[in-house]
């Protein structure tokens, strides 16, 4: 048995489940290990320095699987933004055939990408961005919601009322995002009108994800209230782990505070060294509230096959029982 949707006959993968882009986690060991898996992973451009160790990720991603992946280019507006230009021009000679894009309006790069033949599925947080994104032509959406690790916008609409509501305007194929870690997610967002699930923090924590091992402990220890809402008032809000630094930035920013004053706080250095070193107080580092079901550290291939299987069992079991049930009374 498996789970055919329009996400997997769109972007040729065997199963409904999707790791999107992230920062500092989203490499070739990972990304190679979800294809391997038979789900969709993305590698995050902006996680390389420079357009050129891209080139070299990708390489390095092809050695570990035959498999289809795709890159994540996150557009975000930056004082000095990074050379978004050079880093596509990488992916299209690098052959690759999906792009995850996220941040902002897709449309500078969508006929470039359309041109050589790739895939794009936009990642947006609201409906009208989504129907926005369908009518400029991508191939997919993946709706994030309130729940989800990373930026869930400003609107704060959870999953249980985004997905179906974007659902309803949306006809391209949709995945959704946003607290999403088992199988109970992914049978919850098909019944929702999705047509899979795109993970971060459960993918964080499996065993190919190069983070250090006490990031993946304070995952499976922590529960769904472990997170803080940093950049409330900058309106550029992030879903973050709550630890002493996240929770002083809410705190000078609810008293007023600008960005200056927080910006030695969030600096990307102090956050890679929560990654690389296993400090988890050393800086801000992104989870979701995905973290209340998160109890283990599989390997992503466990992970993946015990998603679909026990997603089969529940559809075809717990909820076809009901369905007869209540018919016969
Ligand atoms: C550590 C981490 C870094 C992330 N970085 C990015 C990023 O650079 N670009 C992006 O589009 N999304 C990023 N995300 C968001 C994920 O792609 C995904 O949308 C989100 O994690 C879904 O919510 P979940 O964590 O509840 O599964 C990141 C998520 C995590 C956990």
Redesign the pocket.
């Known amino acids: 048995m498996s789970i055919r949707t329009k996400f997997t006959e769109t972007f040729g993968v065997e199963h409904p489940i999707a790791q ?7 490499r070739a060991e990972l990304v190679a290990a979800v294809a391997n898996a038979g789900a969709l992973g993305f590698l ?1 451009a ?2 390389q320095p420079t357009p050129a160790d891209l080139a070299n990720e990708i390489a390095k991603t092809r050695d570990l699987t035959d498999k289809p992946f795709g890159v ?1 280019l ?1 557009i975000l507006p930056a004082i000095n933004p990074p050379p978004y230009d050079e880093y596509r021009q990488v992916i299209v000679d690098a052959g690759i055939t999906i792009v ?1 894009t ?2 902002s309006n897709p449309a500078p790069h969508l006929p470039m990408f359309h041109d050589h033949g790739i895939k794009v599925l936009h ?1 947006c947080t609201s409906v009208r961005h989504a129907v926005k994104a369908q009518s400029l032509g991508v191939d997919g959406i ?1 709706i ?1 919601g309130f ?5 869930p916008g400003e609107d704060d609409i959870p999953g249980l009322v985004l997905i179906p509501a974007a659902a309803d305007k949306i006809e391209i194929p949709m995945i959704a ?5 088992d199988a109970r997610g992914l049978v919850a967002a098909l019944a929702l009108g999705a047509d899979g699930i ?5 993918f ?1 924590c499996t065993v190919e994800s190069c983070i250090h091992d006490n990031v993946k402990a304070a995952i499976v220890e922590g529960d769904e209230r472990g997170t803080e809402l940093i950049f409330r008032s900058l309106h550029n809000t992030a879903r973050v782990a709550s630890n002493v630094v996240s929770r002083e930035v809410v705190q000078i920013l609810k008293d007023g505070g600008q960005f200056d004053d927080v910006k030695d706080l969030v600096a990307g250095v102090r956050g890679r060294r929560v990654f690389d070193d296993g400090d988890v107080d050393a800086g801000i ?6 973290m209340g079901l998160i109890n283990d550290v599989p390997t992503v291939g466990e992970l993946v096959s015990r998603i679909v299987t026990e997603a089969e069992d529940l559809i075809s079991g717990r909820l076809a029982t009901m369905v007869a049930e209540t018919s016969a009374v």
């Open positions: 999107g882009g992230m920062q500092w986690v989203g995050t902006l996680t994540n996150t995850e996220a941040g990642k993946s994030d729940e989800c690790a990373g930026h995002s946003g607290g999403f870690a795109n993970m971060g923090s459960r964080m580092w992104t989870v979701g509230t995905a």
